[in-house]
């Protein structure tokens, strides 16, 4: 990534006039700074705040996601999901700078995120969500992800809060779809906590399937966009104040029991909402009748 200037710490302000308008605009994001020159990743020791690596590319400022691999073999297969993904463009889906494929320094630029993600919002309690934000929230998911479906990308596959990503504009971009094989076979030290939480937010028959798609499925984008709305209205995380571990919950909702409790308690957990709106999580779940809801049905 020799094109790219990694910005590693404030002290590096000093170095030149774009590093110092960087930094600024890094500043006041809701991220901390990293503190070494090296990537930096998604840290678990806040619950507000996320670490990323950045960087700037062109004069702008971009997001580093470090793939674990040591190199990547530019198949046919990987060179149709780049050319995908850089034909996706969409003001709710984060945009794609592109991607280093050196030995040992794999890695993917997008466009920065100044507020973070939808997940560092709804787990600042300092911050009052509206209605209208909220409703601006969700409809550019669903924008997004209708753009999503009816390209050739077709599915998401990885859809929750943190991926869901807030400009400085605060409108909501989509982020980390597409790139399926150019991800895989990756060897994060994070990888076991990283999937537990992935499954939190992964339709039962995805869970009940030993070998899932890495796209996912579109009926399974539906379910997991109910997830989120539910921890968008709820603030109370994908499941709310249900008493079980991460894999707990994944087994119980695995067999439907969970799916069938949400269905006949009207509280959800404990939120109280307005009757649209539950209406439209109790389709996402819908489940128990496999009826393929669509984002249009939304």
Known sequence: MKDVILISTETNTERNTCNKNMIRVYRNSIFQAPTSNSVVEVSDQSPRRAYTAIGVYKGNIVAIRHIYKRSVDLTRSIRKELKQIREARHENLIPFIGACVDNGNVAILTAYSARGSLEDILQNKDLHLDNMFVSSLVTDILKGMIYLHDSEIISHGNLKSSNCLIDSRWVLQISDFGLHEFKANQDDPNWK????????????????????????????????????????????????????????????????????????????????????????VLKCYDQLTLKAWTYADI
């Open 193 to 280: 906590i990283k999937e537990v939480k992935r499954m939190l937010y992964r339709a039962p028959e995805l869970l009940r399937d030993p070998s899932p798609p890495s796209r996912g499925t579109q009926k399974g984008d539906v379910y997991s966009f109910g997830i989120v709305l539910y921890e968008i209205l709820g603030r109370k995380g994908p499941w709310g104040n249900i008493d079980l571990e991460p894999e707990g919950t994944c087994s119980t909702v695995r067999s439907l029991r969970l799916i069938q409790w949400r269905f006949q308690d009207f509280s959800l957990g404990g939120v109280k909402w307005k009757v649209n709106s539950q209406c439209d």
